[in-house]
């Protein structure tokens, strides 16, 4: 697997899980909401993401491939939030705009931002940025 993909700095947390069969999801679940705790999302939007991140392992595990989701912080400016990406070779060559709309169709209401990075490999990543409405008052960056 190459190194992870992001249109924004990248800051901790990074963590990624390998997913080979139904049972890593939920570990990808777990993993997410802890990254997501380690950057101050509340406990509602912890759980916001973890479905996400698992729907996306999951959509991904039905290829038949083993794969490997990443999460990481993400910084923009004065914004930071949460990626979740991973690589899916078998995208490419396929209109970025239909399996992004089909994306967003599943998910956009999980995340702020769907993206599809075409090259080198094409590379699924989902974005939630933290604000107030979504921080945990008790702790958080």
């Given at each position: ?48 993401l973890a479905t996400a991140a698992a729907t996306l392992a999951e959509l991904v595990l039905k290829t038949g491939e083993a794969h490997t989701v990443h ?71």
């Amino acid at each position: 697997m190459s190194d992870v993909h992001s249109p924004y700095k990248m800051r901790p947390p990074v963590m990624q899980v390998r997913v080979e069969d139904s049972m890593d999801i939920m570990i990808v679940r777990d993993t997410t909401r802890r990254a997501a705790g380690l950057l101050g999302f509340s406990p509602a939007h912890r759980a916001q993401l973890a479905t996400a991140a698992a729907t996306l392992a999951e959509l991904v595990l039905k290829t038949g491939e083993a794969h490997t989701v990443h999460l990481n912080g993400v910084v923009d400016n004065i914004r930071h939030g949460l990626q979740i990406s991973s690589e899916t070779p078998w995208l490419a060559g396929r209109s970025a705009n239909n399996v992004l709309i089909a994306l967003k169709s599943k998910m956009g209401d999980l995340v702020d931002e769907i993206l599809l990075e075409e090259t080198p490999t094409p590379t699924i990543m989902m974005i939630m940025w933290l604000d107030d409405t979504r921080s945990d008052s008790q702790g958080g960056t």
